[in-house]
């Protein structure tokens, strides 16, 4: 059983919106930190988004605030990124993070090597 599960990604052209979920399963991440990541060809994963246990603490990456909003639905175990304005940049497979302790933060979960990650879902804006 994968724990997490991407879905949302998509072929989109400059400018359109997406959303991504990612779907917990065989375990609950209620009061942990949650965030996206991406990685885009050729080059390393980069921190997106995190959002805190109960969802008090937001951060995103500076390429994306303003266009990129992260939120979690406790009922339905899921997190979101809603993304508008996408550019082509923003092209990359998009990875969801789960943090193995209450006590990781969202601007700890980028270094922590034992998170919970998902399969990813790729995402490319191209006219």
């Known amino acids: 059983q994968v724990p997490l599960v991407e879905s949302g990604g998509g072929l989109v052209q400059p400018g359109g919106s997406l959303r991504l979920s990612c779907q917990a399963s065989?375990?609950?991440?209620?009061?942990?930190?949650m965030g996206w990541f991406r990685q885009a060809p050729g080059k390393e994963r980069a921190f997106v988004a995190a959002i805190s246990g109960y969802g008090s603490d937001i951060d995103y990456a500076d390429s994306v605030k303003g266009r990129f909003t992260i939120s979690r639905d406790y009922s339905k175990t899921t997190v979101y990124l809603q993304m508008d304005g996408l550019k082509p940049e923003d092209t990359a497979v998009y990875y969801c993070a789960g943090a193995s302790s209450p006590v990781v933060t969202t601007k700890t979960l980028a270094a922590r090597p034992d998170n919970t990650w998902g399969q990813g879902t790729q995402v490319t804006v191209s006219s």
């Open positions: 065989g375990r609950r991440f209620d009061g942990y930190t």
